[in-house]
């Protein structure tokens, strides 16, 4: 059964910075690629990155571009998000989530989120 | 990367069909056939309805369609049925991105 965890959630203060892990299980990770979604309180959902399967591409959307940093560990089927220079509108539910084989640019699995909450 | 945009709410009775859009433009929507939909029930993580504008993931109803023209993509659901009532995002493939539209209210009446 596929599975994805995430971990690492919490509240911090403006500028400050934070690092989610997501679990994978279930599934070759290393043949994946991975993203990052969030969704801010009663808000829609957000993309935030996504990574290749061997780490060869990235991408970024523009609000958190500069300040968010993806990154995997295919040995340890883990997905990270460091994110640096937290904002009050980076408060959010951050979903990882699976995408399907291809170029479908669509998630077919998705964790269940950690709530991240930047306030003073 | 500005949102696509979806209709806020939608209603249907049960056994009724109806049509969730997603307005895109043609860096998005209209340049690729990478249009996706999600369901996402209260409380819950959002779950793959729609991929490539038309194909259906394994296990979902085929109540459930899409399409697409032009600028534009579509979700149908034809025979509502009570668990059908949820929030639908649609997600566009964006040269190095992807975006989300801002989410629709299926309200089954």
């Known amino acids: 059964e596929v599975q994805l965890v995430e971990s690492g959630g919490g509240l911090v203060q403006p500028g400050g910075s934070l690092r989610l892990s997501c679990a994978a299980s279930g599934f070759t990770f290393s043949s994946y690629s991975m993203n990052w979604v969030r969704q801010a309180p009663g808000k829609g959902l957000e993309w935030v990155s996504y990574i290749s399967s061997s780490s060869s591409t990235i991408y970024y959307a523009d609000s958190v571009k500069g300040r968010f940093t993806i990154s995997r560990d295919n040995a340890k089927n883990s997905l990270y998000l460091q994110m640096n220079s937290l904002r009050a509108e980076d408060t959010a539910v951050y979903y990882c989530?699976?995408?399907?084989?291809?170029?479908?640019?669509?998630?077919?699995?998705w964790g269940q989120g950690t709530l991240v909450t930047v306030s003073s | 990367q500005s949102a696509l945009t979806q209709p806020a709410s939608v209603s249907g009775s049960p056994g009724q069909s109806i049509t969730i859009s997603c307005t895109g433009t043609?860096?998005?929507?209209?340049?690729?056939?990478?249009v996706s939909w999600y369901q996402q029930h209260p409380g819950k993580a959002p779950k793959l309805m729609i991929y490539e504008v038309s194909k259906r993931p394994s296990g979902v109803s085929n109540r459930f369609s899409g399409s697409k023209s032009g600028n534009t993509a579509s979700l149908t659901i034809s025979g509502l049925q009570a668990e059908d009532e949820a929030d639908y995002y649609c997600c566009s493939y964006a040269g190095s991105s992807r975006v989300f539209g801002g989410g629709t209210k299926l309200t089954v009446l």
């Open positions: 043609s860096s998005d929507v209209g340049s690729y056939n990478l």
């Open positions: 989530a699976r995408d399907l084989p291809g170029y479908s640019s669509s998630s077919d699995y």
